[in-house]
């Protein structure tokens, strides 16, 4: 190598030298700029960076509806000397963000992935959902801090804008966030302690406080082997107006768990497949597979039918087998609960007596009943049970975590029960809402159009056969018949609510519900929210048995007297060729007095519910209510012939005299 050319080579040299530093920067920094403010924050550090982008198919003109794909990170990290336990933080999505994917945490709703997420959402710490103190761990980042890794698909917003969050916070209890501070890709934010808050501190026990929810679902494991251990998941219904027919519970295995055998309930599926053709089979060689209720990541868990109860083998447990039911703790205590257990089998690298993971992404349905939300699993104390023996003593679970889940109320057309509204002194009956229980037949259809008044008579035909008597009612009331016509409400559960009379002292009205599915609902319930001044007049009901609920604000309770407390599935009429089909249905008449509440008005909405529930649904409600006009044409038709006959006699007087 010649003189001349020794620049060069340590030039190039030092140029590589230089790259090889910048990639081991860039590599250790995880693309997550070193931010000052998180040195000086005594609390939870929060950031968001977003990292990169790129344009989805389809690829449109349209800025604002342009998809495109992008990655960001989330980090949290405990500044505080004592642990954060349960770390839950919100991020502000605000660009019609489509989650796909997240690593490291776990949506709080248990949504399934794609999750729209347009209006924020929240994350919990899945595996790492503890975060331990810095003085503890010797500052150990694998401890004190939980990344997110976030995958998704955004909207609407033109490079080279970037597409950040509203805010990010931290939501456990006793915590107080300030706005974020923006920079450029990252957004950050240091919350603290609330000195004014009163929750008390859980990290004496290392253990969360219990929570009170609609439903909540108790996973205990009572034994632990080192490849397998035995769980027992108990159900527990809280809700007076919620209730369960045919439950069926789901979650999601994140570490390759599979249930081995079942006890008080059984998968939907039972397929070794997933077992035989992978992981499990490679490290469980020798295993027989042909016995295991389920390998399915997603498994669907149903209750046991009342016959197998004392089965030796698959049932013969507490609160188990009842078909699925779970009625509220006012009808039925005993019934309010059920119970489970499950042998499951663990994955690499868990193969450890103490090392124990629940499942995620709970979900909890039944049959015409209400919407429950679950949130993830969280480490309470370890729940105690009876001595299975019989002696004084307990028996305390190896491991216990709670599952929260509460009833959302249903959006717009996502009912699946309506009520429609009728009085006496106006003729047409208002429908249940067009679509009120979704639309599947809008093709044919005006799914935005008002629904047609009724006699009260088409009240018992079903949608389909009710078109020529509305269609002729409403030419009768000189009203417009739209074309298309509105579309069917699609509820399998209709209820009417009739203000049967109004007189000095009390008033009255009729309940009626019909069932147009091929479903009967045995131990049915109905609960209607009044205003005040119905629900204090409140006297008696006289074919169903009513309750006044003190739970819940002015509320009525009803359910059928022995004998009548099934609702009966829809019937063919007596020529099924010709005649339409019969809902079952159930009537009961409600009195109230007048005594608190002498001047009510029940034709400008005392009269009327504020909420409707069926089984714990809450129903849609008719957007009006009958108005009094034929009242107020009836009391002018009187006076007009008063006056006739005051002027006929006065004229008859005269002619004698």
């Not at 839950?88 to 989650?99: A, P």
């Not at 794609?114 to 810095?134: C, E, H, I, K, Q």
């Not at 890794?149 to 966030?177: A, E, H, Y």
């Not at 949608?463 to 699609?490: S, Y």
Request: proline letters at 7%; a neutral charge; glycine letters at 6%.
């Amino acid at each position: 190598m010649g003189f001349h050319s020794w620049p060069h080579t340590i030039l190039l040299s030092f140029c590589l030298l230089l790259a090889t530093i910048s990639a081991q920067d860039y590599d250790d920094n995880d693309s997550t700029l070193a931010i000052p403010a998180q040195d000086t924050c005594i609390g939870v550090f929060l950031t968001y960076t977003f990292i990169e982008r790129a344009k989805e198919f389809p690829h449109l003109k349209n800025a604002s509806a342009q998809a495109y794909a992008f990655k960001a990170k989330a980090t949290i990290l405990n500044t505080m000397s004592q642990d954060l336990d349960a770390w839950i933080m919100f991020i502000g999505f605000q660009h019609n963000e489509i989650l796909v994917n997240t690593d490291g945490a776990v949506l709080m709703d248990g949504s399934d992935f794609p999750a729209r997420v347009s209006n924020g959402t929240s994350f919990s710490g899945y595996p790492m959902s503890d975060l331990l103190n810095a003085i503890d761990t010797a500052g150990d980042l694998n401890q004190i801090q939980a990344m997110i890794d976030i995958k998704g698909t955004q909207f609407g917003v033109k490079p080279p804008g970037i597409p950040m969050p509203k805010t990010i916070k931290l939501l456990n209890d006793g915590f107080k966030c300030p706005a974020p501070t923006k920079k450029g890709s990252q957004m950050y934010v240091c919350c603290v302690k609330d000195p004014k808050s009163k929750v008390k501190d859980v990290n004496a026990t290392k253990f969360l406080p219990r929570q009170k929810a609609d439903l909540t679902i108790g996973y205990d494991v009572l034994q632990s082997f080192g490849n397998n251990y035995l769980a027992q998941v108990t159900i527990d219904n809280w809700s007076p107006l919620g209730r369960l027919d045919n439950w069926n519970l789901t979650w999601e295995w994140m570490r390759g768990e599979f249930i081995y055998s079942m006890r008080g309930a059984y998968t939907l599926k039972r397929d070794s497949a997933s077992c035989i053709y992978g992981q499990a089979a490679t490290y469980y060689q020798t295993f027989d597979f042909s016995p295991v209720m389920s390998c399915e990541k997603k498994p669907i868990i149903v209750d046991l039918p009342p016959e197998r109860e004392k089965d030796k083998d698959i049932g013969n447990l507490p609160f188990c087998c009842k078909n699925g039911t779970l009625l509220p703790k006012l009808m039925n205590e005993t019934l309010s609960k059920a119970i489970f257990q499950l042998q499951v089998y663990k994955m690499p690298p868990d193969l450890n007596r103490t090392v124990l993971y629940p499942p995620q992404k709970w979900k909890i349905e039944g049959e015409l009943n209400p919407t429950y939300k679950c949130g993830p699993p969280i480490r309470v104390s370890p729940m105690e049970f009876p001595d299975p023996s019989g002696l004084m003593s307990d028996t305390i679970a190896v491991a216990s975590w709670q599952v929260g889940c509460n009833i959302t109320r249903p959006t717009k057309r996502n009912s699946r029960c309506c009520v429609s509204f009728s009085a006496y002194y106006n003729d047409s009956v208002l429908p249940c809402n067009t679509c009120a229980c979704g639309c599947s037949d809008a093709l044919a259809c005006d799914p935005d159009a008002q629904p047609l008044l009724l006699p009260s008579d088409a009240l018992l035909l079903p949608f389909e056969n009710r078109t020529k008597k509305a269609v002729a009612w409403t030419k009768l009331k000189h009203r417009n018949v739209p074309n298309p016509l509105p579309c069917n409400n699609n509820c399998g559960v209709s209820i009417n609510w009739h203000i049967l009379s109004n007189y000095r002292h009390g008033w009255s009205a009729r309940v009626t519900l019909f069932n147009w599915k091929d479903y009967t609902f045995k131990d049915w319930f109905t609960a209607v929210q009044l205003s005040p001044n119905a629900f204090i007049g409140y006297e008696n009901m006289y074919s169903f048995n009513g309750t006044k609920l003190n739970t819940t604000t002015n509320t009525l309770f009803m359910q059928g007297l022995e004998g009548l407390n099934y609702l009966l599935a829809e019937t063919d009429g007596k020529n099924p060729n010709i005649d339409p089909r019969i809902p079952g249905k159930q009537q009961s008449v409600i009195s109230f007095t007048k005594k608190k509440t002498p001047g009510i008005k029940l034709a400008q909405g005392d009269g009327f519910p504020v909420k409707v529930f069926f089984d714990g649904e809450e129903c849609a409600l008719p957007d009006e209510i009958p108005r009094a006009d034929g009242i107020r044409a009836s009391v002018g038709l009187l006076r007009m012939l008063s006056v006739v006959v005051v002027v006929f006699l006065m004229i008859s007087d005269l002619l004698i005299l």
